[in-house]
């Protein structure tokens, strides 16, 4: 792959440059930890990879991280898995994310919207008052550290208040969005045996109302460790018999005491998406999380008091958590609750608009969703606050970059992310004092050695590679739930490179320093040796206005042939005939290569999705090999099971 240097979609001009956070770090890293002084971004870089401990040294000192107890040192044990990180230190997460409290009591830490779009702010002394009642009231049911804490909510300021007072007592955070179905939520919290449930009584999505009443009744039945349950009316209705009213327990002027724990101590369990098997439940720590945090919010994505922070998420995905952590840095938070494209595909744009974002993150799904619904941001709304556009949940394709500048405003700073429910972070993506190409994430982040290896161990320049990761990361798991010898945790991201994480991408590393991805590396396209990402021919199909969305699936035949089919999901009143077919294989062949053209086109009914929005294709592949779909796949995991039944079919009547 040729990685000569095109013209920058968009570059930072010198005055932004300056007035970058990430800048100011650099020179003030520079003066007291031994950082490079010139070199800009890429020297400190190297500079935060080679020398782990000045780099986290410096960021604590940066963001004033408070120990109440101090750290014996930055790094003890560093083999991966296991890392030791800050041993001996004792903090609390909920206390940093309320301290901008005392500085600005009547400004608002969260603006809530919903899809009636009226704006309702929470100061951040009303956020940290209803955090001390509520953690007060929590120790009083005899919540411990330690104690798992669930919340079945969409994105609401109640489920904000129940991360942070949870974290404040020192328990342990976990939550699923209401439309997740009870299946899906007991295979994530009979995991972790939750003492506390925090429901909601139904939620409002598309225009319409859902009741979830039957679903929390079964959560409280399937679920025998809970002490209690909490509802919260957000339909208007009453508590159930035995529930605890969300007023009585957040109405109280209490004071917030925070439990210093130790930096691993678990601040919440995230899960996988579980498409073959129960969700992982991962475990980060609460020191983990917030130097990670403050590092990637605070530098990366140049978010300080006087931004808007707005991410399209449920409280399903880890960019809720994410989200929540703008409070770290004082930001204002803007939480969204609703369709993301009620009651037209502009909505979200729309919210950006209303409440002046400063950094709009989405979807690449929804930005694409825009492009081929003909939305014009920039003419319909005025952005004129939004300073960046971020995405992630997939690449986003080069004509996904070419429309946000063209429509949205051509000195758009445009990053496209890329992390992991794994680290609850980004290995690649947002740097506010770089260039952006299109097609590219900027730069590997800082306290990031990120590389692309070859199967042998190789690092790779220009080449298609897995993403390895060759140095701890404050936030990478310090376990999984219910994986006592660690094996589980261990076969998920070290089995192929020992001690060093693969996390199951292909990527490439250009000779500038910025990264492409190119699709998972588990369900990888491996024609005659080449190994090709399925990103790539998404991008290239679905430009054409006849496929709304389509699926790719390699599978390697008993024969030793290779048999590639591209599924299709037609747009409205499209037909697959025989020109549709010739213009989709030109369309890969011209924009990718000849070997990345199908054997065969297949119209279907839609392409499935994890819960969280992504597609699902290691399943599929599955079940086109063969294997039954009770087996393939965990039911609970999709958005619909009728459509993977289509693929069953289809496996049964090739055979």
């Known amino acids: 792959m040729s990685t000569a240097a095109p013209q920058p979609l968009w570059q930072p001009d010198e005055a932004r440059i300056a007035a970058a956070r990430i800048t100011r770090f650099q020179n003030w890293a520079a003066a007291h930890h031994g950082a490079p002084a010139e070199g800009g971004y890429e020297a400190l870089h190297q500079w935060s990879v080679r020398d782990l401990e000045a780099f986290w040294t410096a960021v604590v000192e940066w963001f004033d ?63 940290r008052r209803q955090v001390g009642s509520l953690a007060a009231e929590l120790r009083a049911l005899g919540v411990r550290p330690g104690d798992r804490v669930s919340g079945y909510l969409p994105n609401i300021p109640q489920a904000v208040v129940a991360l942070l007072a949870s974290a404040a007592v020192g328990a342990v955070w976990t939550s699923c969005a209401p439309d997740f179905g009870a299946r899906s939520v007991l295979d994530r919290f009979q995991q972790v045996e939750p003492v506390i449930l925090f429901t909601v009584d139904g939620y409002r999505y598309g225009g319409k109302e859902h009741d979830r009443r039957d679903t929390v009744a079964e959560l409280r039945a399937e679920l025998p460790t809970l002490r209690a349950v909490v509802h919260i009316p957000l339909l208007g209705t009453e508590a159930p018999e035995g529930a605890l009213e969300w007023s009585a327990l957040t109405s109280a002027d209490t004071e917030p005491v925070f439990e210093q724990v130790p930096f691993d101590h678990p601040l919440w369990v995230l899960y996988s998406s579980g498409t073959t098997g129960l969700p992982k439940a991962i475990v980060q720590s609460q020191g983990g999380i917030l130097v990670e945090h403050f590092k990637q919010l605070g530098l990366h994505c140049d978010l300080g008091p006087e931004d808007r922070f707005f991410w399209y998420t449920s409280t399903g995905w880890m960019m809720w958590n994410f989200l929540v952590s703008g409070l770290l840095t004082g930001t204002t938070v803007i939480l969204y609750d609703g369709s993301p494209g009620y009651p037209d595909t502009g909505a979200q744009w729309a919210i950006a608009e209303q409440t002046g974002a400063t950094l709009f993150g989405t979807s690449a799904a929804y930005v694409m969703a825009c492009r081929k619904a003909g939305v014009h941001p920039g003419r319909d709304h005025d952005l004129s606050r939004v300073q960046c556009v971020a995405t992630t949940g997939s690449p986003l394709p080069p004509d996904g970059f070419r429309w946000l500048h063209d429509e949205v405003r051509d000195d758009l700073w445009i990053a496209s992310v890329s992390g992991g429910t794994d680290v609850c972070s980004c290995f690649a993506g947002a740097v506010p004092t770089l260039p952006v190409h299109i097609g590219e994430l900027q730069a590997p982040c800082l306290g990031t050695d990120l590389q692309s290896w070859d199967t042998q161990g ?79 021919i998404y991008e290239a199909v679905e430009r054409l206005p006849e496929i709304r969305e389509s699926l790719v699936i390699g599978i390697e035949q008993p024969d030793g042939g ?27 062949r011209e924009q990718c290569s000849p070997r990345h053209v199908p054997d065969e086109i297949i119209e279907a009914p839609g392409v499935p999705h994890t819960l969280t929005g992504k597609r699902i294709e290691v399943p ?8 039954p779909l009770d087996k393939a796949v965990n039911p609970g995991s999709v958005d619909s099971l009728e459509l993977l039944q289509f693929y069953a079919d289809l496996a049964r009547t090739r055979r």
Do not use: C
């Open 65 to 127: 991280i408070r120990f109440s107890t101090p750290y014996e040192r930055v790094l003890g044990d560093r083999t991966m898995p296991g890392a030791q990180w800050f041993p001996g230190g004792t903090l609390n997460y909920a206390e940093h994310a309320l301290r901008t409290a005392a500085d600005r009591p009547d400004e608002p830490a969260l603006l809530y919207v919903d899809e009636t779009h009226e704006q309702r702010p929470v100061s951040w002394s009303e956020l």
């Open 458 to 536: 190789k690092p790779l320049t220009g080449e298609v590679g897995e993403l390895v990761v060759t140095n701890p990361m404050p936030s990478m798991p310090i376990h999984f739930w219910n994986d006592p010898d660690g094996s589980r945790y261990h076969d998920s991201y070290f089995d192929t490179y020992p001690g060093v994480w693969r996390h199951g991408d292909w990527i490439t590393l250009t000779d500038r320093g910025s990264v492409i991805i190119h699709g998972r590396s588990d369900s990888t396209l491996n024609r005659g040796g080449v190994r090709m990402g399925s990103a790539d």
């Open 562 to 588: 290779y048999w590639m089919p591209l599924f299709v999901d037609l747009a409205p009143g499209a037909v697959l005939d025989d020109d549709l077919r010739t213009t989709i294989k030109r369309t890969i």
């Open 620 to 627: 599929v592949k599955r079940l086109l090999q063969g294997t």
